[in-house]
């Protein structure tokens, strides 16, 4: 499932779901472009999802 297809979907929960899980949730496109950093990432990255959203070269191992 792509996230277009979830987005494109109104009654979709899928977003929300990955948003109040307390574990790191990170999209990434075909284009290795971030779409979605939950607020989990956000602590377990130290990143702002502003900073990351549409990024190309974010390294997901938490180092």
């Known amino acids: 499932m792509k996230l277009s297809d979830v987005k494109s979907t ?3 929960i899928f977003i929300p779901a ?3 899980n307390m574990m790191g949730a990170v ?3 075909d284009n290795d ?3 979605f950093f939950n ?3 956000e602590k377990l990255w130290g990143y702002r999802r502003e900073e ?3 990024q190309g070269d ?3 191992d938490p180092a």
């Open 10 to 12: 109104g009654d979709s």
């Open 52 to 54: 990351v959203i549409g």
């Open 39 to 41: 607020s989990a990432a």
């Open 27 to 29: 999209l990434i496109n």
């Open 58 to 60: 974010f390294d997901v």
């Open 33 to 35: 472009e971030v779409l």
């Open 18 to 20: 990955l948003e109040q």
